[in-house]
């Protein structure tokens, strides 16, 4: 079968080998969790104040919901251990702010809220219902931009969803965390996906996954293979692959036009782990209080493939990865390419948290920028078919009414600009910096 794919894009080195082959690891409840009530596109949390007030002192269980809003486009948090809640402040968050956070520390019993139960058979769920269950879980995108997946499993009435696209690309380098549970959790992502059909009313779901990972696209194929309705699709390995809007084209043609969602072409797509957690909420009525992460790079003595609850300090997942050598130049949450690096380990682990990377100065080299030469290939490698070097220098001069004509908000800051840029200028930077004024000059 011939491999689907997507112009422009770049061909990093992938750096997988030392955790692609490490089994997932179940890391224990951690003494102390802080839970950040803003973990997901949309509105924040809010602590909860009925039934179960969320207080200092409170006592909670795993699995208790305590922050929700009302708001449509936002997804309730809950307590990933058992114990008492110590404080309520503001905490450092990996976006590199400052936002109301929960801790609590462990009692050591891990008890369950005793709302923790299965959902049912999916043949009798309806889609409402399935829609609600994703949404009690607390369920978001685990690919890293968190938007709440029963948004997603809500289109408007006349936007018709007929394909359901599970991404398995995993096309940042050195994570491997959505490789190893396409090859131990298969099972529980078809089971998703078929429930995610359910709730659109869809006709097919396709499993997208890249060419590097021939052990997940043999697994994944073996399991569809008497599936009327679900098919795996091979993907050249490239970045950003894993792109929704790159995604879909690569995997159906359709291209979402500028400033468009994927339901504008009837598509939507979830990351691996948003289709197991719908299992598992669905199965177990378990919410999403943990996730997978991988942990790597040369400045950490164990890398590894780890399941993590929420709240988590990154430092205690470090020192259960054989803690740091004396080579850390960089920390970053989440790769290389679309990760934040940090000032210090002391950040906990959120929804969207795919990765700690510890790089060595050799990996994490900063050099001088020096002036655009007007060589053109960050328009060539953009995936989007942006002017990449234009968005940034209007943005630079403080123009953003000429950024935002040069369609700046449909950069998704993948980072294939600035990764060929021979003249080594922040063209991401100065582009996040112009989508952020020209936002706020929208919102005002």
């Not at 769920?125 to 949404?135: F, H, P, T, V």
């Not at 490789?179 to 869809?202: D, F, N, P």
């Not at 942990?295 to 164990?302: L, Q």
Request: with cysteine; proline share 7%.
């Amino acid at each position: 079968m011939a491999k689907a794919k997507f112009a422009g894009g770049i061909h990093p080195e992938y750096m997988k080998e030392s955790t692609s082959s490490l089994d997932i690891v179940q890391m224990p409840p951690p003494q102390k969790v802080v839970i950040p009530m803003q973990q997901h596109i949309g509105a924040p949390c809010e602590l909860v104040t009925e039934v179960k007030k969320i207080e200092k002192g409170a006592e909670v269980k795993v699995g208790q919901k305590i922050g929700d809003h009302e708001g449509f486009v936002s997804s309730p948090i809950h307590s990933s251990v058992s114990g008492t809640v110590t404080d309520i402040g503001l905490y450092n968050h990996p976006m590199g702010t400052k936002v109301t956070a929960v801790t609590i520390e462990s009692d050591g019993r891990d008890e369950w809220d005793e709302n923790i139960k299965p959902q049912g058979d999916l043949n009798d769920l309806s889609a409402e219902e399935i829609r609600k269950i994703a949404r009690e879980a607390g369920i978001v995108g685990l690919g890293g931009a968190t938007f709440p997946a029963h948004v997603k499993l809500s289109p408007p009435s006349d936007k018709p969803i007929d394909v359901v696209i599970i991404n398995g690309a995993e096309c940042e380098p050195y994570l491997t965390a959505d490789h190893r549970v396409m090859l131990e959790k298969s099972e529980e992502i078809v089971y998703g996906l078929k429930a995610m059909i359910k709730a659109l009313g869809a006709e097919k779901g396709i499993i997208g996954v890249e060419d590097n990972k021939p052990d997940a696209l043999q697994s994944m194929e073996e399991l569809v293979s008497e599936e009327e309705n679900i098919t795996v699709c091979p993907l050249n390995t490239k970045y950003p692959q894993g792109a929704e809007k790159m995604l879909i084209y690569a995997a159906t043609g359709r291209k979402v036009p500028p400033g468009a969602l994927p339901l504008e072409v009837g598509v939507v797509n979830h990351n691996v782990g948003t289709s197991v957690a719908l299992s598992e909420a669905i199965r177990e009525g378990k919410p999403l209080i943990e996730r997978v992460l991988t942990v790597t790079g040369a400045a950490v003595n164990k890398p590894s493939n780890l399941k993590v609850r929420i709240g988590t300090l990154a430092s205690d997942v470090i020192d259960f990865s054989g803690g740091l050598n004396e080579s850390l130049h960089k920390l970053i949450m989440g790769g290389p390419m679309m990760g934040l690096a940090q000032p210090g380990a002391d950040v906990p682990i959120i929804k969207g948290t795919s990765g700690i990377l510890a790089l060595t100065a050799d990996d994490a080299y900063l050099i001088e920028s020096s002036p655009c030469i007007r060589c053109s290939k960050c328009v060539s490698a953009c995936p989007v078919q942006l002017l990449p070097t234009s968005i940034a220098q209007a943005s630079e001069h403080g123009d953003y009414k000429r950024a935002e004509k040069l369609y700046a908000l449909d950069c998704f800051e993948c980072g294939c600009c600035s990764y060929v840029c021979p003249s080594k200028i922040p063209l991401v930077q100065w582009i996040r910096i112009g989508k952020a004024e020209i936002m706020n000059r929208k919102r005002k």
